[in-house]
């Protein structure tokens, strides 16, 4: 079976690609591949079986060559011209008074293709700025509308963490990440702590969301009680990095234990509920029978 290419493009987009003619490439090469017409370039990412099982189905397009001295030159040259044609885009956009807001320009290798990227709360009559382009540039324009998220990993950057942004490093596809996956790791959904780059909630929760389930199963709920021998205590705190639980009474006093503590003293309640629990299932069924 042949190996398959994963090579990234502009903007963190990504496609599989196959190597008929069995070229010697690495990670980190360019390649000028197959593209819907014409032909584009991009970098080797991934390499080898493991792609096997992220492929979509279908015919993949081919890599045509190694990129070459000449093939870097056109590269760094349409790069050049992305930034000129960006100018001109959010000129033309201000001219026909539309609103919507330039995200990026992106040229085709062989440039029978250039595509104008864009976002907006509504839908966009673009059809007088599309002639505007066609005319300024004599090929095909394609105009793609992109969401908050689309539009952080076209332009990238850092998070937080000091790492390069999830959406344009390794994430292939958007999961939805929702406001209880927030509240589920004690955070605020509105906080500007567990919003990313792109304004909505950071996709590192949905990575962390069963860690935290999975860690919360071992703790008593919060208003859980628990009697100790300074009283009766409610919890209303969990940590669970560092496995311990605070307890507060009616007075306001509060006490910190350990996970450990807190179940051993929950222990003798769970025996007393077991046991009135299976005598009221035997009276129940002497009832029955009965």
Do not use: W
Not at 201 to 212: D, G, H, P, R
Not at 225 to 236: L, R, W
């Amino acid at each position: 079976m042949a190996e398959i290419y994963e090579i990234e493009f502009k903007g963190g987009r990504k496609e599989f690609f196959s190597n008929p003619q069995g070229i010697i490439l690495r990670i980190g090469d360019y390649v000028v591949v197959q593209a819907d017409r014409g032909e584009d370039i991009g970098m080797v990412a991934q390499i080898g079986e493991p792609l096997i099982q992220q492929k979509k189905p279908g015919k993949r397009k081919e890599i045509i060559r190694k990129a070459t001295q000449e093939d870097m030159a056109i590269l760094r040259e349409n790069k050049q011209k992305e930034k000129e044609a960006f100018k001109l885009y959010k000129e033309k956009i201000e001219e026909h008074g539309l609103d919507m807001k330039a995200v990026d320009v992106e040229f085709q290798f062989d440039r029978s293709k250039i595509c104008f990227f864009f976002t907006s709360e509504r839908r966009v009559d673009f059809r007088g700025l599309v002639r505007d382009l066609a005319a300024a540039y004599k090929t095909r324009i394609e105009m793609r509308q992109i969401g908050a998220r689309d539009e952080t990993r076209r332009l990238s950057g850092y998070g937080p963490c000091g790492r390069k942004l999830c959406c344009a490093s390794f994430l292939t596809d958007f999961v939805p990440v929702s406001s209880q996956m927030a509240k589920d790791q004690k955070l605020s959904p509105t906080s500007s702590k567990t919003a990313g780059v792109c304004g909505r909630l950071m996709c590192c929760l949905l990575f962390e969301e069963q860690f935290y389930k999975e860690a919360y199963k071992k703790f008593p709920k919060i208003g859980t009680k628990v009697t100790t021998e300074e009283g009766d205590f409610e919890v209303s705190e969990i940590n669970i990095f560092k496995q311990e639980v605070l307890l507060t009474n009616r007075e306001g006093n509060k006490l910190r234990m350990t996970l450990e503590q807190v179940n051993k003293l929950r222990k003798p309640l769970r025996r007393l509920f077991g046991v009135k629990r299976s005598k009221a299932k035997g009276d129940n069924r002497r009832s029955k029978e009965g």
